[in-house]
């Protein structure tokens, strides 16, 4: 489904170990919105009944179901460098990305495109 770099495997490892609950895993979901049609989220919660659950690299990875068909193949990767720390997500499904990095759209222009992140 997903991939996650092995610096963003180390950056989640260490937030859900500070967060001391063994049942958090990295929610990775898209919603409609953003300059581009849906926007990226990312947070830490704990796995839902309708959720794909994946283990990488020991990381506990959940996807809810509309979510999963947009993010097919994706990477995430954590990078800290002089401009900034944060993830960042390469999706092959994505056509076309906004200036910001967190906004994409589709083939199919599924989303609906809101005011810039």
């Not at 495997?9 to 919603?31: G, H, P, T």
Request: hydrophobic share 35%.
């Amino acid at each position: 489904m997903v991939t996650l770099t092995p610096a963003a495997v180390e950056k989640v490892s260490s937030l859900i170990k500070a967060k001391d609950n063994d049942q958090l895993a990295l929610r990775i979901f898209i919603k409609s919105g953003g300059c581009s049609g849906f926007s990226y989220g990312m947070a830490l919660d704990e796995k839902k009944d309708n959720d794909q659950a994946f283990d990488i690299d020991g990381v506990k990875v959940v996807i809810d179901e509309m979510s999963g068909q947009y993010l097919s193949g994706a990477t995430v990767d954590y990078v800290d460098s002089m401009m900034g720390a944060g993830f960042k997500i390469e999706n092959p499904n994505a056509t076309s990305t906004c200036g910001c990095g967190s906004s994409f759209k589709t083939a199919d222009g599924a989303g609906k495109p809101g005011a810039c992140c």
